[in-house]
């Protein structure tokens, strides 16, 4: 940062808070989080900084709630009414910069080479996107409970197999303590199925798509570890280990805590609070079904919409935002992985003997991003139905043989999304 | 009536303009070019050009075949049973996968009946448009008459002169005003299969005899708990709307009823029904209009699960145009739901009309 | 009638009685709703599964309501929200009873075919026409104070004019009118009166019932409203309630502030209802007519 400009801005900033300074262009940005006080406070924070930092550019904010955040953004990008810097969730970026809404980042990926994988959007060989954080999956569980069992702690390096995850799940059941020996979050059927479960079906040796071509899920989908995978899955709920997806919402955000569930299977940003309200909570990898142990990657991210006039502008504020401090300050706040090392030593539940520090072992080790292509937001809700039916008794084969079906006709349809 | 009066060209168009203009910008010109998108290829987001595909997604939608499913037999041509002496099938994927039946393909089982040893099998090219379909008019046909005769007793019952019968009234109006969103998701608390009010309540007044039944879970349950709370939702409204008919009733006819000396039910029968015709017809528009647009308890309560039993057409329109980015497809299905309707209400004034 | 006075009080309980336990069957979500926006989370969700959820017993406090305030803007939803329901309701009420009038009593040229696409477009879901609908209104020309501009979106007109007229109302009214007494207009006709004064001095006035009804069902349609806005709406500025519930479900859902939300938002729908309650009640009778 040139310390003139620097000077310049802090002098603008002072002297007259309330009039823009002319020679300052507006960008404008959107982002999901609103009714988030700490994710607000924080980015608002971020946005003061910088536009106090240089006199070219005033970022100003619109925020918008989540769930409804991508329908919004589609909604905009059809009325052609988008703004400069739009946060966008990483498996949808590829759907988003396909479509033609978001244009490739103007900063050299050098600058991010020590970002977790799963914080860098690429699409068709280009930065889209990066992100401020990344999210895991875990599965949570007591000591006293794997105490009681007598279960083997397992680790990042030598992860439960499915053998001794079944086992651990029937010791649980036999205990008959719980109400349920696992819980998976079955009531949320938004994205939270193929961004937990789908690893889960990797690790199987399957996956929603086949990744060497994206042009089918043919025999990803529906072959021989996907069959197994299916039937596994099925048996967790014809067994009575897991609640299916009639579960009640309230159960999945204190069933663990209130001690109905053994183990549950959960993101990190419900880490903090139950490390609050349980003393002995531990969190521990994905099982290895086989082929490897497997969590998914990717969170929010932002990136440069395509008509944005300003992309030089934009990029100097992601770059702004991408700075040690505030990738801290976002993990303090909001419990999620912060993307750097070095961010990740400022933390206090990241740093090295944080309570939280192997969810970032885990992002590196275990973290697989998912499909990375346009087809993904169809694909993720196929998935999830199948999912969803196979859990209520639905035949396994058929079902995936449907979903390979759909999937297949929609990126048939789509031309086949850009793949060659 | 109205023939009876002069021919009021200007007024009549200057009344109705204002509303008519409206309705044709901002509900007909729509829906027209919905029609446009159900004939292309058209998605929510994508760089592909647009391209005219005449009626194929409509044939996506609609198509479906019946198939015959011969038992298995062994070498000696015996008919294969399990040990429960079941017959044994092969498996409808030999068909619906295989080169030998190209025109299958992608095709999945609806449902299925016995014929003698053999199966027959109707399958579809979209099951889950089919369930959806099914779904609706099930849903439309069970809560219409249901929820219309509750209401009508409802208002009936409030319609006496009591000492603050007006606090009765507001109350049983109240799931109406909140909102249906809010409703949904009190009632999936209610309906839990593990400790969910219901089950709690059904059990303690059976002594403990009543197990516990996962609502929203089962198949068989699912449908039927949704048209229940929809029911209860909706029910105080329509008990408004029956209310502002009975207002309507002359109470000179009441009296003279009285004076005659006619039984509570003859002057329901022949004073307040035949008064109430207008109302009656009213009432049942609305809720098969309600019943047909059913989506926000589905997207609350189950995302049309478990395995398709509350999946409805307007679900599908939806998830289709916005979760899966398909708009073609989307449209496709509000037209089809259109025309259906259409067609139902125009074989139905013609059945009811005057001679 | 006559009545045996013992039999009378008895009768009379029963009555109560009845009216009681169907009361009970309705109230309970307003009841939940209420005291579960004075728990904490926790204490909430325990409850759900027991008849503790509809009494204010444990740890009660306000402190849902301070942390909705917090969260949101709550009163500027509401206030857009009440202010964007009360123009379209007064609108609709204008415009498609006039419709509803002409539809009904006069005799003109095209009426049938005009009204049949009126009443068929009540087989439409909104749900069905809405990205057609969204292409529409962002193109759409507006005069305003700032001159011509093109493009409807982020405004409250958005959220009001393309909801002022739809076939339900209308046939509400048309339903409505069919059933009063004709002679009247006709008498109203050869006294000399114009259809305006026909319209504005004889029916209008016999209408309380409609009107009511048709303003409740357009009032609840319009203060539920949830796609529409959030399509047409990017700024925070204009968003009404329902889009601001969005704020309350995070990753991890702030059920008591839901609760005290939801519980602030039904406020004003409660006040329109009690508002409009004399109205359902103003029968023919009371205005002094026979039929």
């Not at chain 1, 086949?210 to 099925?234: C, H, I, M, P, V």
């Not at chain 1, 043989?401 to 031309?415: F, Q, R, T, Y």
């Not at chain 2, 699912?222 to 329509?238: D, E, N, R, T, Y």
């Not at chain 3, 020309?141 to 405004?155: A, M, S, V, Y």
Request: with cysteine; hydrophobic share 50%.
């Amino acid at each position: 940062m040139n310390l003139t400009k620097h000077l310049a801005g802090v002098m603008i900033a002072s002297a007259c808070l309330c009039v823009p300074a002319l020679a300052q262009t507006k960008l404008t940005m959107w982002y999901h989080g609103a009714g988030n006080e700490v994710e607000s406070r924080i980015l608002n924070q971020i946005i003061s900084d910088f536009n106090t930092s240089q006199s070219d550019w005033t970022v100003s904010i619109e925020s918008f709630p989540e769930k409804s955040y991508n329908d919004s953004v589609a909604a905009a990008a059809l009325a052609g009414n988008l703004p400069d810097i739009l946060d966008v969730d990483g498996p949808i970026m590829p759907n988003w910069a396909w479509a033609g809404y978001l244009q490739p980042l103007p900063i050299d990926e050098s600058e991010f080479a020590d970002f977790l994988p799963g914080t860098k959007g690429v699409w068709d060989g280009k930065l889209y996107s990066v992100g401020l954080w990344d999210a895991a999956v875990a599965l949570f569980a007591r000591q006293s409970t794997l105490d009681e069992l007598g279960l083997r702690t397992p680790t990042v390096d030598k992860p439960w197999s499915s053998e001794e995850f079944m086992a651990a799940l029937d010791a649980a059941k036999a205990s008959g303590k719980y109400e349920f020996a696992l819980d998976l979050g079955m009531n949320d059927q938004a994205e939270w199925y193929s961004y937990a479960f789908s690893p889960f079906l990797q690790s199987f040796g399957g996956d929603i798509v086949d990744r060497s071509t994206y042009r089918t899920a043919e025999g990803a989908l529906n072959g021989e570890a996907a069959q197994a995978f299916g039937k596994w899955w099925q048996s967790l709920f014809t067994g009575g280990y897991a609640p299916g997806t009639s579960e009640d919402p309230a159960d999945q955000q204190t069933g663990f805590i209130n001690g109905k569930f053994a183990f549950q299977w959960n993101g990190n940003w419900r880490a903090v609070e139950t490390m609050k309200a349980v003393d002995d909570v531990v969190f521990l990898p994905a099982p290895d079904f086989g082929a490897g142990n497997k969590i998914g990657a990717g969170s929010w991210q932002f990136g440069v919409s395509a008509k944005s006039k300003y992309p030089e502008g934009a990029a100097e504020f992601i770059k702004f935002a991408a700075q040690d401090k505030y990738l801290a300050a976002f993990s303090d706040g909001i419990g999620l992985i912060p993307p750097t090392p070095s961010a990740a030593q400022m933390t206090k539940n990241y740093k090295d003997g944080g309570p939280l520090a192997m969810f970032f072992d885990l992002s590196k080790a275990q973290a697989l991003v998912r499909p990375v292509t346009p087809g993904y937001v169809v694909q993720a809700k196929v998935f999830t139905k199948a999912l969803a039916d196979i859990a209520n008794g639905a035949d396994v084969a058929d079902t995936l043989d449907a979903a390979v079906d759909e999937i297949d006709a929609d990126i048939e349809s789509n031309g086949g999304y850009g793949h060659q | 009536m109205a023939s009876k009066l002069t021919l009021s060209n200007r007024t009549g168009w200057t009344f109705a303009l204002p509303g008519f203009a409206l309705i044709f910008t901002f509900i007909v010109l729509p829906f027209f070019f919905a029609i446009g998108l159900s004939l292309t290829n058209q998605r929510l987001l994508s760089p592909n050009p647009t391209q005219f595909v005449g009626l194929e997604n409509y044939r996506q939608l609609l198509d479906f075949a019946v198939v015959t499913l011969e038992p298995e037999r062994n070498e000696a041509g015996e008919v294969v049973r399990d040990e429960a002496g079941e017959i044994q099938y092969p498996r409808l994927r030999a068909i619906t996968r295989s080169d030998d039946h190209p025109q299958y393909r992608g095709m999945r089982e609806w449902f299925r009946w016995q014929s003698g040893e053999n199966v027959r099998v109707v399958i579809a090219n979209d099951v889950v448009f089919m369930k959806a379909l099914v779904n609706t008019f099930l849903f439309v046909l069970v809560v219409a008459p249901v929820q219309g005769g509750l209401a009508l007793m409802l208002a009936l019952l409030i319609n006496q002169k009591l000492r603050g019968i007006s606090v009765f009234r507001t109350i049983y109006f109240m799931p109406v005003v909140v909102s249906i969103v809010v409703v949904s998701l009190l009632w999936r608390f209610i309906y839990d299969g593990q400790n969910g009010l219901l089950n709690s309540i059904l059990q303690g007044l059976s002594f403990g005899l009543f197990q516990p039944v996962d609502w929203l879970g089962e198949p068989s349950t699912a449908l039927p708990a949704i048209m229940a709370m929809s029911i209860w939702q909706a029910v105080g409204f329509h008990m408004v709307i029956w209310l502002a008919g009975l207002q309507t009733i002359s109470p000179t006819l009441y009296e003279a009823a009285a004076i005659e000396g006619a039984s509570k039910w003859q002057t329901f029968r022949y004073v307040t029904w035949p008064g109430l015709r207008n109302t009656a017809v009213l009432v049942l528009v609305v809720i098969t209009i309600q019943g047909f647009a059913l989506f926000a308890q589905i997207d609350v309560m189950t995302n049309g699960g478990p395995r398709d039993s509350t999946q409805t057409l307007v679900f599908q329109a939806v998830e289709r145009g916005y979760g899966k980015q398909d708009i073609s497809g989307g449209s496709t299905i509000s037209v089809i739901l259109f025309a259906i309707v259409l067609a139902i209400s125009l074989i139905q004034r013609w059945l009811t009309r005057e001679r | 009638m006559a009545f045996d006075p013992d039999n009378y009080g008895l009768r009379l309980f029963v009555r109560y009685l009845v009216l009681c336990l169907i009361a009970l069957i309705f109230i309970f979500p307003l009841v939940f709703m209420i005291n579960s926006s004075f728990k904490p989370d926790n204490q909430l969700l325990a409850d759900t599964s027991s008849l503790r959820a509809f009494v204010p017993v444990g740890d009660i406090s306000l402190n849902n309501y301070f942390g909705a305030f917090r969260r949101a803007p709550v009163g500027l939803f509401v206030l857009n929200s009440v202010l964007v329901t009360g123009a379209t309701v007064l609108l609709s009420l204008l415009i498609c009873s006039l419709a509803a009038f002409s539809f009904a009593f006069l005799r003109w040229k095209g009426r049938d075919v005009v009204f049949s696409i009126v009443i068929a477009t009540l087989i439409i879901p909104f749900e069905t026409i809405a990205i057609p609908l969204l292409l529409l209104v962002s193109k759409l020309p507006w005069i305003g104070l700032e001159g011509l501009q093109w493009g409807w979106l982020n405004t409250y007109r958005v959220q009001i004019i393309p909801w002022i007229a739809d076939g339900l109302t209308i046939f509400l009214f048309v339903q409505y009118f069919k059933g009063l007494p004709g002679e009247l207009i006709e008498a109203g006709r050869v006294e000399g009166a114009s259809w305006w004064q026909v319209y504005y001095r004889i029916v209008m006035p016999l209408s309380g019932p409609v009107l009511a009804t048709a303003a409740i069902l357009k009032f609840l349609v319009m203060y539920n409203q949830y796609l529409w806005p959030l399509i047409v709406v990017q700024q925070e500025t204009y968003r009404p309630v329902m889009v601001g519930l969005g704020y309350f479900f995070q990753l991890n859902v702030a059920w008591g502030e839901v609760m005290a939300y939801l519980t602030l938002i039904t406020v004003p729908v409660l006040i329109f209802y009690l508002f409009l309650q004399r109205a359902f009640i103003a029968s023919i009778a009371s205005t002094g007519v026979k039929g």
